[in-house]
Protein backbone atom coordinates (compact mmCIF):
# COMPACT_ATOMS: atom_id res chain seq x y z
CA UNK A 1 0.00 0.00 0.00
CA UNK A 2 1.51 3.57 -0.94
CA UNK A 3 2.41 6.20 1.78
CA UNK A 4 0.76 9.20 1.08
CA UNK A 5 2.65 12.77 0.61
CA UNK A 6 1.63 15.01 3.30
CA UNK A 7 1.12 17.87 1.27
CA UNK A 8 -1.07 16.37 -1.13
CA UNK A 9 -3.25 15.88 1.91
CA UNK A 10 -4.23 20.14 1.66
CA UNK A 11 -5.54 19.34 -1.70
CA UNK A 12 -7.67 16.46 -0.96
CA UNK A 13 -11.16 17.16 -0.51
CA UNK A 14 -11.84 18.53 2.94
CA UNK A 15 -8.19 17.64 3.46
CA UNK A 16 -9.25 14.48 4.33
CA UNK A 17 -7.60 11.00 2.61
CA UNK A 18 -9.57 7.17 3.62
CA UNK A 19 -7.73 4.48 2.32
CA UNK A 20 -9.20 1.01 2.67
CA UNK A 21 -6.83 -2.17 4.13
CA UNK A 22 -7.69 -5.78 2.90
CA UNK A 23 -4.35 -7.22 3.13
CA UNK A 24 -1.88 -9.05 5.06
CA UNK A 25 0.83 -6.99 6.53
CA UNK A 26 4.48 -7.45 6.43
CA UNK A 27 5.60 -8.23 9.26
CA UNK A 28 2.41 -9.45 11.59
CA UNK A 29 1.23 -13.11 11.14
CA UNK A 30 -2.19 -13.30 11.06
CA UNK A 31 -4.38 -16.40 9.60
CA UNK A 32 -7.30 -13.54 8.16
CA UNK A 33 -6.24 -10.20 5.85
CA UNK A 34 -6.57 -7.17 7.94
CA UNK A 35 -9.57 -5.60 6.94
CA UNK A 36 -10.42 -2.33 7.92
CA UNK A 37 -10.03 1.39 6.88
CA UNK A 38 -7.76 4.16 7.94
CA UNK A 39 -8.66 7.61 7.83
CA UNK A 40 -6.06 10.93 7.53
CA UNK A 41 -6.88 14.37 7.64
CA UNK A 42 -4.46 17.65 7.38
CA UNK A 43 -5.37 19.65 10.06
CA UNK A 44 -2.70 22.40 9.74
CA UNK A 45 -0.19 22.31 11.43
CA UNK A 46 -0.90 18.25 12.48
CA UNK A 47 -2.42 14.94 10.75
CA UNK A 48 -5.87 14.04 12.74
CA UNK A 49 -5.43 9.79 12.56
CA UNK A 50 -8.14 7.40 13.20
CA UNK A 51 -8.60 3.71 12.34
CA UNK A 52 -10.52 0.51 12.41
CA UNK A 53 -9.50 -2.69 11.38
CA UNK A 54 -9.54 -6.55 12.45
CA UNK A 55 -8.11 -9.57 11.78
CA UNK A 56 -7.28 -13.26 13.34
CA UNK A 57 -3.87 -13.86 14.78
CA UNK A 58 -2.47 -17.30 16.43
CA UNK A 59 -0.90 -17.20 19.78
CA UNK A 60 0.74 -19.36 22.45
CA UNK A 61 -0.86 -19.63 25.48
CA UNK A 62 1.85 -18.47 28.62
CA UNK A 63 0.44 -21.17 30.98
CA UNK A 64 -0.42 -24.22 28.51
CA UNK A 65 1.76 -23.46 25.69
CA UNK A 66 -0.93 -24.52 23.50
CA UNK A 67 -1.65 -22.35 20.09
CA UNK A 68 -5.39 -20.84 20.16
CA UNK A 69 -6.61 -17.75 17.80
CA UNK A 70 -7.97 -14.44 19.11
CA UNK A 71 -9.90 -11.99 17.12
CA UNK A 72 -7.41 -8.40 17.25
CA UNK A 73 -9.55 -5.52 16.81
CA UNK A 74 -8.50 -2.15 16.39
CA UNK A 75 -10.52 0.98 16.93
CA UNK A 76 -8.25 4.27 17.63
CA UNK A 77 -7.45 7.87 16.77
CA UNK A 78 -4.10 9.77 17.42
CA UNK A 79 -2.92 13.06 16.62
CA UNK A 80 0.44 13.24 14.83
CA UNK A 81 2.06 16.67 14.97
CA UNK A 82 4.01 17.62 11.75
CA UNK A 83 7.22 19.54 12.27
CA UNK A 84 10.64 18.93 11.39
CA UNK A 85 12.81 16.57 13.19
CA UNK A 86 15.21 18.64 15.67
CA UNK A 87 18.68 17.15 15.71
CA UNK A 88 20.10 17.51 19.84
CA UNK A 89 23.15 16.13 20.76
CA UNK A 90 23.08 14.79 23.77
CA UNK A 91 25.90 12.80 24.53
CA UNK A 92 27.00 11.38 28.02
CA UNK A 93 25.33 14.07 29.83
CA UNK A 94 22.28 14.05 31.44
CA UNK A 95 18.88 15.90 29.66
CA UNK A 96 15.37 16.64 30.53
CA UNK A 97 12.57 15.15 28.32
CA UNK A 98 9.83 17.86 27.83
CA UNK A 99 6.13 16.52 27.67
CA UNK A 100 6.01 17.86 24.17
CA UNK A 101 8.58 15.73 22.98
CA UNK A 102 6.86 12.51 23.67
CA UNK A 103 4.43 13.06 20.96
CA UNK A 104 4.41 11.56 17.42
CA UNK A 105 5.57 13.77 14.35
CA UNK A 106 6.39 13.67 11.02
CA UNK A 107 8.01 16.23 8.63
CA UNK A 108 5.63 18.28 6.53
CA UNK A 109 6.92 17.71 3.58
CA UNK A 110 6.93 14.07 4.52
CA UNK A 111 4.85 10.61 3.72
CA UNK A 112 2.43 9.26 5.99
CA UNK A 113 2.40 5.10 6.14
CA UNK A 114 -0.98 3.97 6.56
CA UNK A 115 -0.17 0.10 6.77
CA UNK A 116 3.03 1.24 9.35
CA UNK A 117 0.56 2.79 11.76
CA UNK A 118 -1.92 0.28 11.18
CA UNK A 119 0.60 -2.67 12.27
CA UNK A 120 1.40 -0.47 15.11
CA UNK A 121 -1.95 -0.20 16.47
CA UNK A 122 -2.31 -3.78 16.04
CA UNK A 123 0.72 -4.77 18.22
CA UNK A 124 -0.51 -2.50 20.98
CA UNK A 125 -3.60 -4.35 20.78
CA UNK A 126 -2.31 -7.82 21.55
CA UNK A 127 -2.38 -9.08 25.03
CA UNK A 128 0.33 -8.77 27.32
CA UNK A 129 -1.27 -11.89 29.51
CA UNK A 130 -1.63 -14.26 26.71
CA UNK A 131 -4.36 -16.87 27.72
CA UNK A 132 -5.82 -19.64 26.00
CA UNK A 133 -8.95 -19.57 28.35
CA UNK A 134 -9.63 -17.71 32.01
CA UNK A 135 -9.68 -21.29 33.74
CA UNK A 136 -6.39 -22.70 32.30
CA UNK A 137 -4.41 -24.35 34.67
CA UNK A 138 -1.52 -24.97 32.55
CA UNK A 139 0.74 -27.47 31.77
CA UNK A 140 -0.74 -30.52 33.47
CA UNK A 141 2.00 -31.84 35.60
CA UNK A 142 2.28 -35.23 36.50
CA UNK A 143 2.27 -36.85 39.83
CA UNK A 144 5.78 -38.78 40.21
CA UNK A 145 6.05 -41.63 42.34
CA UNK A 146 8.08 -40.71 45.36
CA UNK A 147 11.29 -42.05 45.56
CA UNK A 148 12.70 -44.19 48.82
CA UNK A 149 13.58 -41.56 51.35
CA UNK A 150 17.64 -43.04 51.56
CA UNK A 151 18.37 -45.69 49.38
CA UNK A 152 21.14 -48.09 50.16
CA UNK A 153 24.29 -49.44 48.45
CA UNK A 154 24.24 -52.90 49.21
CA UNK A 155 28.13 -53.15 49.07
CA UNK A 156 27.67 -50.64 52.67
CA UNK A 157 24.90 -52.68 54.08
CA UNK A 158 27.97 -54.29 56.83
CA UNK A 159 29.24 -50.51 57.13
CA UNK A 160 24.81 -49.37 57.54
CA UNK A 161 24.34 -52.19 60.35
CA UNK A 162 27.32 -51.45 62.45
CA UNK A 163 26.09 -47.63 62.67
CA UNK A 164 22.90 -49.11 63.34
CA UNK A 165 24.38 -51.06 66.07
CA UNK A 166 26.47 -48.46 67.67
CA UNK A 167 23.97 -46.10 67.70
CA UNK A 168 21.48 -48.01 69.37
CA UNK A 169 24.16 -48.72 72.11
Known sequence: MASI???QLTKAPQQTETVEIDTHLPDLETLTPVHGTVTVSHRGNFLEVSGQAET???LSCDRCLQQYNYRLKVNTSEIILLQEPVEEEYGDEEHEILYE???ESL??????SPTEWLYEQLCLELPQRQLCDRACKGIPVQDVPAEPAETIDYRWASL???????SNN
Not at 160 to 166: A, D, G, I, N
Open 5 to 7: YIP
Open 56 to 58: IVT
Open 101 to 103: DLT
Open 107 to 112: PPNGYF
Open 160 to 166: ESLRHYL
